[in-house]
């Protein structure tokens, strides 16, 4: 594919370049960067549509600010795909998201113009106040800026930095960036707050007239202008929640003109006496046709054709999250006690299918994890059937509420986690590598993961048929392995296992989605003339305990295999066979788990091979447990 034509932007290898053009030059620098970052992203798939949506920010930002000196923090880092580009990682953006890549997100190892790395939301205002006041104490000048986006500002923390703000540091800059879009539309009142500032027509009328008059007035006489407009603004709308926090409310302004911008942020800089939030209003997947009309299906992308922004397909086998949806709708359509709770990611956990289903039992609570536990522990306690459905990295936000608002109390909401395991291309930060460990520590909590897409559908109707504690089911990224099958509806019996094949040397027992390479692996060592028995565990917690004694009796080595972190299942099976008295006769245990490193992004079977946990290591693991393995550096 032919590479966009250029001519501005090759120019610029760090932002100290970018400074040196005219004004006049941005609105070229701006198109020449919206159709690099299309055509890089149409190679390598990613985020598109967030970073579309603030080219023109990005530009400004670099071009009035003296970054990396003043910091730049962008709230979760998916929009910063142009910020790349112009801060000297333009000749690596083709390698967004693949192994030894640049990273999707911002990342503090990749360059000193990433001051602060983050995936998850609404962190940036916090992480900003911290610079701030860092800054403060040395006696310095530089400036902080807060890129935060409107779904962002549906979390709690963001309002928490926001009230201490005002009271530790008299310089901050806040960008509010508002495009009526995160990853589904954002949710409550705050949204609404939003759009009806930007949508005042006498806010409009007045901001027009102030711009001409302005314009009219001439460039020596512009910032009186521009004072005009910002006093009309303020007595039309005024911005009175963020002013009530403590902030100067400019705005709101129009995020795609490039000469707006860079005046506003040059006149933001000036502002010493308390700290800044600047409203700015973009539209999503702006520039590219496909990506405005559809922003959410052009929030993450495959690889796609540049002309007709079709994206590539994957397998056809269904996915493990369309599985968990059908599942859900199949036990809502006997209960309707069931509701399902999403933070925000409805197409992302699959509750989309469920909400144009049972619209009136869905609830998108926004980025608020913490809040979704919470809710759904109340809709527990007077006798709803919650699920709720978030991914394994973002329930460790809501973790505190886990176990003081469910676990305690002993409430049965049931948490769907999808995601559990690795995630290739996201990297570490959106791998769900903990929740075992950290679910498991709570008494009374049952914790369940899917071997195939029919284990996953009959641990929904297990969890749906649970009312008196909590309990949690996990499942992977990707396509569902195995076929359903006439039981697919068929509850589970609590705490049980499975043996799927019979051996008499190793004994390989599974907990989760590894199951496949589990077997493959089974088939490598019989190969090898060693008898092998594969397990399913099904449940972490209560742990089948009389399948656990008989593989441990009646074999000589034991392999436990789990997509999680050191901690989790294999912990707890060598805490009961230590308990039981089984480890004192010789037995050769392995836990096989997720390395103890945050694996970077990569294609998933070659971070499967790096952590240990694809078929051949697994055989290979007992090998050496036999003493007749190849010993291999782990990732």
Same mark, same amino acid.
């Given at each position: 594919?032919?590479?966009?034509?250029?001519?501005?932007?090759?120019?610029?290898?760090?932002? /100290?370049?970018?400074?040196?053009?005219?004004?006049?030059?941005?609105?070229?620098?701006?198109?020449?960067?919206?159709?690099?970052?299309?055509?890089?992203?149409?190679?390598?798939?990613?985020?598109?549509?967030?970073?579309?949506?603030?080219?023109?920010?990005?530009?400004?930002?670099?071009?009035?600010?003296?970054?990396?000196?003043?910091?730049?923090?962008?709230?979760?880092?998916?929009?910063?795909?142009?910020?790349?580009?112009?801060?000297?990682?333009?000749?690596?953006?083709?390698?967004?998201?693949?192994?030894?890549?640049?990273?999707?997100?911002?990342?503090?190892?990749?360059?000193?113009?990433?001051?602060?790395?983050?995936?998850?939301?609404?962190?940036?205002?916090?992480?900003?106040?911290?610079?701030?006041?860092?800054?403060?104490?040395?006696?310095?000048?530089?400036?902080?800026?807060?890129?935060?986006?409107?779904?962002?500002?549906?979390?709690?923390? /963001?309002?928490?930095?926001?009230?201490?703000?005002?009271?530790?540091?008299?310089?901050?800059?806040?960008?509010?960036?508002?495009?009526?879009?995160?990853?589904?539309?954002?949710?409550?009142?705050?949204?609404?707050?939003?759009?009806?500032?930007?949508?005042?027509?006498?806010?409009?009328?007045?901001?027009?007239?102030?711009?001409?008059?302005?314009?009219?007035?001439?460039?020596?006489?512009?910032?009186?202008?521009?004072?005009?407009?910002?006093?009309?603004?303020?007595?039309?709308?005024?911005?009175?929640?963020?002013?009530?926090?403590?902030?100067?409310?400019?705005?709101?302004?129009?995020?795609?003109?490039?000469?707006?911008?860079?005046?506003?942020?040059?006149?933001?800089?000036?502002?010493?006496?308390?700290?800044?939030?600047?409203?700015?209003?973009?539209?999503?997947?702006?520039?590219?046709?496909?990506?405005?009309?559809?922003?959410?299906?052009?929030?993450?992308?495959?690889?796609?054709?540049?002309?007709?922004?079709?994206?590539?397909?994957?397998?056809?086998?269904?996915?493990?999250?369309?599985?968990?949806?059908?599942?859900?709708?199949?036990?809502?359509?006997?209960?309707?006690?069931?509701?399902?709770?999403?933070?925000?990611?409805?197409?992302?956990?699959?509750?989309?299918?469920?909400?144009?289903?049972?619209?009136?039992?869905?609830?998108?609570?926004?980025?608020?994890?913490?809040?979704?536990?919470?809710?759904?522990?109340?809709?527990?306690?007077?006798?709803?059937?919650?699920?709720?459905?978030?991914?394994?990295?973002?329930?460790?936000?809501?973790?505190?509420?886990?176990?003081?608002?469910?676990?305690?109390?002993?409430?049965?909401?049931?948490?769907?986690?999808?995601?559990?395991?690795?995630?290739?291309?996201?990297?570490?930060?959106?791998?769900?590598?903990?929740?075992?460990?950290?679910?498991?520590?709570?008494?009374?909590?049952?914790?369940?993961?899917?071997?195939?897409?029919?284990?996953?559908?009959?641990?929904?109707?297990?969890?749906?048929?649970?009312?008196?504690?909590?309990?949690?089911?996990?499942?992977?990224?990707?396509?569902?392995?195995?076929?359903?099958?006439?039981?697919?509806?068929?509850?589970?019996?609590?705490?049980?296992?499975?043996?799927?094949?019979?051996?008499?040397?190793?004994?390989?027992?599974?907990?989760?989605?590894?199951?496949?390479?589990?077997?493959?692996?089974?088939?490598?060592?019989?190969?090898?003339?060693?008898?092998?028995?594969?397990?399913?565990?099904?449940?972490?917690?209560?742990?089948?305990?009389?399948?656990?004694?008989?593989?441990?009796?009646?074999?000589?080595?034991?392999?436990?295999?789990?997509?999680?972190?050191?901690?989790?299942?294999?912990?707890?099976?060598?805490?009961?066979?230590?308990?039981?008295?089984?480890?004192?006769?010789?037995?050769?245990?392995?836990?096989?788990?997720?390395?103890?490193?945050?694996?970077?992004?990569?294609?998933?079977? /070659?971070?499967?091979?790096?952590?240990?946990?694809?078929?051949?290591?697994?055989?290979?693991?007992?090998?050496?447990?036999?003493?007749?393995?190849?010993?291999?550096?782990?990732?």
């Amino acid at each position: 594919m032919a590479l966009p034509n250029t001519p501005l932007l090759d120019q610029i290898k760090l932002p /100290a370049d970018l400074r040196k053009l005219e004004g006049s030059q941005l609105a070229q620098v701006c198109e020449e960067l919206r159709a690099e970052m299309i055509s890089a992203v149409s190679q390598t798939g990613g985020h598109l549509g967030a970073g579309l949506g603030v080219v023109e920010l990005t530009v400004a930002l670099h071009y009035v600010f003296n970054t990396p000196t003043d910091k730049v923090i962008w709230d979760v880092g998916h929009q910063a795909y142009p910020h790349k580009i112009l801060t000297g990682r333009r000749d690596r953006i083709r390698t967004l998201r693949q192994g030894n890549g640049l990273s999707g997100f911002t990342k503090r190892a990749e360059s000193e113009y990433d001051p602060f790395g983050a995936a998850h939301a609404s962190t940036s205002i916090s992480a900003g106040l911290g610079f701030a006041v860092a800054r403060d104490k040395r006696g310095e000048t530089s400036n902080v800026i807060a890129v935060i986006g409107d779904g962002s500002m549906s979390a709690g923390m /963001a309002y928490e930095a926001m009230n201490n703000a005002a009271e530790t540091t008299k310089r901050l800059i806040v960008i509010l960036n508002d495009n009526d879009m995160s990853i589904a539309p954002p949710v409550g009142g705050m949204s609404t707050y939003l759009a009806r500032l930007a949508a005042t027509k006498t806010y409009r009328r007045i901001r027009k007239t102030a711009k001409n008059v302005a314009s009219a007035l001439g460039e020596t006489v512009h910032d009186v202008g521009k004072k005009v407009e910002e006093y009309a603004r303020t007595l039309v709308t005024g911005g009175t929640f963020f002013e009530e926090l403590g902030f100067h409310y400019l705005g709101p302004f129009d995020g795609h003109d490039i000469d707006v911008l860079r005046r506003v942020l040059a006149n933001a800089k000036e502002i010493d006496d308390r700290p800044v939030l600047i409203h700015v209003v973009t539209k999503k997947g702006k520039g590219y046709a496909p990506a405005e009309n559809a922003a959410d299906k052009y929030h993450g992308v495959t690889k796609f054709n540049v002309v007709t922004g079709e994206q590539s397909k994957g397998a056809s086998a269904p996915s493990y999250t369309k599985v968990f949806a059908q599942a859900l709708v199949r036990e809502a359509e006997k209960d309707d006690k069931i509701v399902a709770i999403t933070a925000a990611m409805p197409s992302g956990t699959g509750l989309d299918l469920f909400g144009s289903k049972f619209p009136e039992r869905t609830f998108d609570v926004g980025i608020a994890e913490q809040h979704a536990v919470t809710f759904a522990a109340g809709l527990a306690a007077d006798g709803m059937k919650p699920f709720c459905t978030i991914y394994s990295t973002f329930l460790q936000r809501g973790y505190d509420q886990v176990v003081h608002d469910v676990a305690i109390q002993k409430l049965p909401v049931r948490f769907a986690i999808d995601r559990a395991g690795l995630v290739g291309a996201d990297g570490p930060t959106h791998a769900g590598s903990f929740d075992v460990g950290y679910l498991g520590a709570l008494p009374g909590f049952i914790i369940m993961a899917a071997a195939d897409g029919n284990d996953l559908s009959r641990m929904v109707a297990t969890c749906a048929a649970i009312d008196d504690r909590p309990s949690a089911v996990r499942y992977p990224r990707g396509d569902a392995e195995g076929v359903m099958q006439a039981d697919a509806a068929v509850p589970l019996e609590i705490g049980k296992g499975r043996i799927l094949r019979e051996g008499a040397s190793v004994a390989l027992l599974n907990f989760g989605a590894r199951m496949s390479e589990a077997d493959k692996a089974a088939d490598k060592l019989g190969a090898m003339g060693l008898s092998t028995t594969l397990a399913d565990a099904r449940f972490a917690k209560p742990l089948d305990e009389d399948l656990i004694r008989r593989l441990a009796r009646e074999h000589e080595v034991l392999l436990t295999i789990e997509e999680g972190s050191i901690g989790g299942f294999g912990a707890f099976v060598l805490h009961f066979l230590a308990a039981d008295g089984l480890l004192d006769r010789g037995l050769k245990i392995r836990t096989l788990t997720l390395p103890d490193i945050f694996q970077d992004q990569d294609k998933p079977e /070659a971070m499967y091979a790096a952590a240990g946990l694809d078929a051949d290591a697994i055989a290979n693991a007992a090998l050496l447990a036999l003493g007749r393995g190849v010993n291999e550096q782990r990732a």
